[in-house]
């Protein structure tokens, strides 16, 4: 299958691999193609190097969706009837929003991110980056705004660690070790 096809046949596309193989650049040609087949791209990047922001020429990329102005693809004569967006993982704010989502009430979700034990899962446990890429590619994935995803991924030895992610982070979550710190945080209030 061709790349054209891909771009015209998918609603999802992953560029994976290890360091230094052009990822990135694979992922911003991709946004750019589909861009100029009419197609409203999402290029999001879960590689905390934020390398797509330069590839893209964004001054700067952030959690939130940056549309690539359509003057930048004139000024280089290349037509764009579609549109290309933008944006990178923050970890730490998609894992609040779960908790926001599905707390039970405002004041538990709060409580919940008010933890210390909590802010240190949902920052510094291994795997949470991942799991949390699942989840935001989960959530833009049926997004109306995009017709296309393009994915960014970090460079990696196992390219698709981050479909793994869930499953590590669950088993992570309910270690005899977790069990024993939720344990303590509880008992010292």
Known sequence: MSLSSLVESRRVLVTVGA?????TTTAAALG?????????VLCLTIDPAKRLAESLGIAEMTSEAVTVDKARFEAVGVSVSGSLTAMMLDTKRTFDELVLKYSSSKEKAEKLLGNKLY???STSLAGTQEYMAMEKLVAVKDDPRYDIVILDTPPTANALDFL????R????????????????FQSSG
Not at 19 to 23: E, T, W, Y
Not at 164 to 167: F, G
């Open 164 to 167: 793994d992610a869930p499953e």
């Open 119 to 121: 802010q240190y899962v």
């Open 32 to 40: 750019v193609a589909a861009a100029r087949r009419g197609k409203r």
């Open 19 to 23: 360091g230094g193989v052009g990822k």
């Open 169 to 184: 982070l669950i088993e992570a979550l309910d270690s005899a070790t977790m069990k024993w710190f939720v344990e303590a």
